[in-house]
């Protein structure tokens, strides 16, 4: 393939494979009118003895103001809740709430099976190389750093 046929061929993958793949990923979250997003901080928060809004920027690589939003609007569910930390109050750690844990678990649970059944479909050894080749252009091309920008 040319150059020119392989961007038409990706532009025809994107609009019908890449850009659904997060709706199939965000579907058990609409229940709870959650974005992907807001569900990772629940699941985040849940596999965390402490965490705090910058643990969270700093694990999932988005902006401070992004992830203050998407707080602000899990702790209006009630979901989460923040309470100071002693040794430096400017620090808020971050819970779920008895809500939030139900929410959060019912959630993992269905991501998991759903998952399951994509790699049913795919195959493990499939599923294994789609993971390392979306980490593989995350790294040299989301991800870019001055040795692999050219």
């Known amino acids: 393939m ?5 961007l038409m061929a990706f532009i025809d993958t994107y609009f019908t494979t890449l850009k659904n793949i997060n709706d199939l990923i965000s579907k058990p979250m609409s229940e ?9 901080i629940l699941y985040d928060v849940a596999n965390a003895d402490k965490i ?11 902006t401070k103001p992004a992830i203050a939003r998407q707080i602000k609007i899990l702790r209006s569910y009630g979901f989460l ?7 430096d109050r400017r620090r808020h750690f971050l819970y779920l709430t008895p809500t939030g844990k139900e929410v959060e678990k019912k959630l ?4 998991a099976q759903q998952f399951s059944s994509w790699v049913h479909v795919l195959g493990n050894d499939k599923a294994e190389q789609l993971l390392a080749l979306l980490n593989e252009v995350g790294d040299k091309i989301i991800k870019p750093t001055p040795s692999n920008v050219k």
Do not use: C, H, P, W
Request: glycine share 2%; aromatic share 8%; charged share 30%.
């Open 52 to 62: 705090t809004l910058m643990d969270i920027v700093n694990r999932r690589g988005v």
């Open 108 to 111: 993992t649970k269905s991501a």
């Open 81 to 87: 809740r923040q309470e100071i930390d002693e040794s």
């Open 2 to 6: 040319t150059n020119e046929q392989l």
């Open 32 to 40: 709870y009118q959650l974005s992907f997003e807001q569900y990772q």
